[in-house]
């Protein structure tokens, strides 16, 4: 699998463009500049099966509904984050969100699928916001975080829905669960391996900080 990394507006979120060699490729999460992947799809002859929401915050989800016209591609997601609907979609800790353009989704249960031709599995990790998950990729060893797991921090837990202990439990649970080869692309910062964040994120080892 290979990975781009597009750091976009609002708040410098990560979207990421994953492919293969026979040019089947997915989004995980898209900020508010969905041409940026647009054009690297049409420049590397790129088709696009799946855009993978890992939760439904407005700075994950700006630019879908745009992309999903422009590629055809289905949007998935989970739907138990679909409650931040009623507090204005994705607003998380933000008071004035910008205004979401609608886009349909399809639930996307916790479990093994496939994307890519590779198996997929679909992590639930609440505590962010209510339906947050994760998506692995074992073949790849690969994991896509979102909001949930930082290099070296965790995802704020005082917006909608928040619950800081369902936050590390999830985290422990699911994702430190994985091997700790895994390279993890979180929604914002680098990158990092599940087993740095083991030994090295500070709300892991010795006393945890406060989440916000």
């Known amino acids: 699998m290979y990975i781009k990394t597009f750091c976009m507006h609002p708040l410098d979120v990560n979207s990421y463009l994953a492919w293969v060699d026979d040019g089947r490729a997915v989004v ?18 790129l088709l696009l099966t799946a855009v993978l929401l890992t939760h439904l915050h407005y700075d994950h989800v700006l630019g879908v509904a745009k992309l999903s016209r422009m590629t055809g591609a289905p949007i998935f997601a989970s739907a138990a984050d679909a409650v931040l609907a009623e507090t204005g979609i994705g607003s998380g800790a933000v008071e004035t969100p910008p205004t979401i353009p609608a886009f349909n989704f399809e639930d996307i249960g916790a479990g093994r699928v496939s994307f890519l031709g590779e198996p997929c599995l679909v992590l639930p990790v609440p505590g962010h916001t209510p339906g947050h998950v994760a998506y692995f990729f074992p073949k790849s060893l690969v994991v ?3 909001d ?3 290099c070296g921090s965790v995802g704020r837990t005082d917006g909608p829905g928040g619950d800081a202990a369902l936050l590390l439990a999830s985290i422990r649970s699911r994702l430190f669960a994985l091997p700790d080869a895994v390279e993890l692309f979180p929604g914002h910062g680098p990158s990092s391996t599940i087993g740095r964040e083991k030994v090295e994120n500070p709300f892991f080892v010795g006393k945890e900080p406060h989440i916000p």
Do not use: Y
Not at 28 to 45: N, S
């Open 148 to 150: 949930s797991l930082f």
């Open 144 to 146: 896509f975080t979102g």
């Open 28 to 45: 995980v999460d898209c900020g508010g500049q969905p041409g940026l992947l647009r054009d690297e799809i049409k420049t590397r002859g």
